[in-house]
């Protein structure tokens, strides 16, 4: 072979060598930029996007709730508090004025209905009341809901009881019944608890009538519980002026005062509670209504 054809040899050897050279640096480059583009593109698959819900922006309502403390202790707190000593002062007052004298068969009904109603029924609202701070803290919203059917159905029991006994003894004694706003009242109070206690029961024992329609129960709830603890409340405030009162206490206008007082307090403060919250209901049911 002479030398031309040997320098050809050589020039193609190392053309063929480039080209591979060539090929391995593009499988290097596609290698390296695979790896990039799989380093870039895995942390954003295995990222946890959050739901769309939490994306969106909260309501006023929302923002409010989230604003406002929970169990903050305020004015309104102090208040409570200072009806559930109104309380018990006024059952006290009705325990000296039973005892003071002869103890009677009669007596029995204001004992069980100051028991009953005054001090069973007004704690099992407040028992509920959101303003009850102190309580708040330390129970469970499921606890509390117990200690309000317990209570309120403890205090039905006794001021039924105490209503028979005044009835029985005006049989006895061959004296008309319910001649007075007083017993009116009571009588009105006990027939309209009947509905709220059904209803308490029935969620009681089925709670999934609440899911079905919960604003409809909450309505027909908190209105016939309010209804009736509203008669009962002006039932008991006509109580001081009963000649028993009146002669228990030696007509003693201090005694007269302290009741009317220690007993007035403490059922407005219970009522205002449901009340405020039975304007809420209704007027979420029209404002939803207006929306339809």
Request: net charge positive.
């Amino acid at each position: 072979m002479n030398t031309q054809t040997l320098n050809l040899l050589d020039l193609e050897r190392q053309t063929s060598q480039n080209s591979e050279n060539t090929i391995d640096v593009h499988e290097e480059l596609n290698n390296s930029c695979k790896s990039i583009n799989e380093s870039t593109v895995e942390p954003l698959v295995h990222v946890d996007m959050p739901p769309t819900s939490q994306n969106q922006q909260p309501s006023k309502k929302e923002e409010k709730e989230a604003d406002k403390p929970k169990n903050e202790v305020t004015f309104k707190t102090h208040v409570t508090t200072l009806a559930h000593i109104s309380v018990l002062i006024f059952v006290y007052v009705i325990i000296k004025l039973a005892t003071n004298g002869d103890f009677e068969f009669f007596t029995w009904h204001p004992l069980l209905m100051a028991f009953g109603w005054m001090l069973l029924m007004t704690e099992g609202l407040l028992s509920i009341n959101k303003y009850n701070t102190f309580w708040r803290q330390k129970t469970k919203g499921s606890f509390r809901v117990k200690v309000h059917f317990v209570t309120i159905s403890g205090g039905y029991l006794l001021s039924t009881i105490g209503s028979a006994i005044v009835y029985i003894n005006k049989e006895k004694l061959g004296k008309s019944h319910y001649q007075s706003w007083h017993a009116l009242f009571g009588l009105i109070a006990l027939i309209s608890a009947i509905p709220p206690l059904i209803n308490g029961l029935a969620l009681w024992y089925n709670k999934e009538l609440a899911i079905k329609k919960p604003k409809l129960v909450k309505f027909v709830h908190v209105l016939s519980g309010t209804s009736s603890f509203t008669f009962g409340a002006l039932s008991l405030l006509l109580s001081v002026y009963t000649k028993w009162y009146k002669r228990k206490s030696n007509n003693s206008e201090f005694v007269f005062y302290l009741g009317f007082i220690t007993l007035s307090f403490p059922v407005l403060w219970a009522i205002y509670g449901p009340s405020v919250k039975l304007f809420r209901v209704i007027k979420s049911y029209f404002s939803e209504e207006k929306a339809d």
